[in-house]
């Protein structure tokens, strides 16, 4: 069974940074090497939003929004994708979700910035 668990989030204030993690426990090596990686956030009362991705290769890329200050990175031999997020914006409050090779999903973490 596999559990995808995140964690790294918590409440910081506006020019601050974050880096949160997403362990994949139980997914076989040759999915987290071969698939993409994402990272997706919902504001609330807002759609639930790509806001970075990485494919097999290498290749990352990031909503506007994001671009420049978010990170997108993944340790194979540990199973776990990151986001490093910098310079946050009260705009960047919401829940945060992982996802990988498109198949399994993180519970969501909270992220909130205050101004």
């Known amino acids: 069974q596999v559990q995808v668990v995140e964690s790294g989030g918590g409440v910081v204030q506006a020019g601050e940074s974050l880096t949160l993690s997403c362990k994949g426990r139980?997914?076989?090596?040759?999915?987290?090497?071969?698939?993409?990686m994402d990272w997706y956030r919902q504001a609330p009362g807002n759609q639930r939003e790509l806001v970075a991705s990485m494919g097999p290769g290498g290749s990352t890329t990031y909503v506007d929004s994001v671009e420049g200050r978010f990170t997108i990175s993944k340790d194979n031999t540990r199973r776990t994708m990151y986001l490093h997020m910098n310079n946050l914006e009260p705009e960047d409050t919401g829940t945060y979700y992982c996802?990988?090779?498109?198949?399994?999903w993180g519970q969501g973490i909270q992220v909130t910035i205050s101004s």
């Open positions: 996802n990988m090779g498109a198949r399994y």
């Open positions: 139980g997914v076989i090596l040759s999915v987290f090497n071969g698939n993409k």
